[in-house]
């Protein structure tokens, strides 16, 4: 008996930014989906050249930006932080034989970016953390 659980949940979402005096701050990032569980039981298991098994994670949304203070380009309200990208899935391929001249993947989704402005005194757009690599476990079984 094996247990497999699902480590591939929604990432976090970037923080709101601060407001300032006449200004709208930019909202936070949507966090990245986890990428799920795939189970496949084949006595014999076929992947073509175009076949793809995928359990990738979402990528976190990038942060909103700040408004302007009373229209002057140099004063902004604060940005919103970029979204975390979410963990990839796991998959679980249990065969006796297998055919693969595709793809199996369990990637992790990269982080959004955080708000920026085109204005004078620009701030960086610094990424969220990405998310961590899938798992793919293979059994051949003999029949």
Aim: proline share 3%; no cysteine; net charge negative.
């Amino acid at each position: 008996t094996v247990k497999f659980d699902n480590s591939a949940s929604a990432a976090g979402g970037g923080a709101g930014g601060d407001a300032g005096p006449l200004t709208t701050p930019g909202a936070g990032g949507a966090g990245g989906g986890g990428g799920g569980i795939v189970a496949i039981y084949a006595r014999v298991l076929v992947i073509s050249a175009t076949g793809t098994i995928t359990a990738n994670a979402g990528n976190g949304a990038d942060g909103g930006t700040g408004t302007a203070d009373g229209g002057d380009p140099a004063i902004y309200s604060g940005h919103g932080g970029g979204g975390a990208g979410g963990n990839g899935g796991i998959i679980v391929l249990v065969y006796n034989s297998l055919t693969n001249s595709g793809s199996i993947t369990a990637t992790a989704g990269t982080g959004g970016l955080g708000g920026g402005h085109p204005g004078t005194g620009a701030v960086a757009k610094t990424p969220a953390n990405s998310g961590s690599a899938g798992v793919i476990y293979q059994f051949q079984l003999s029949l």
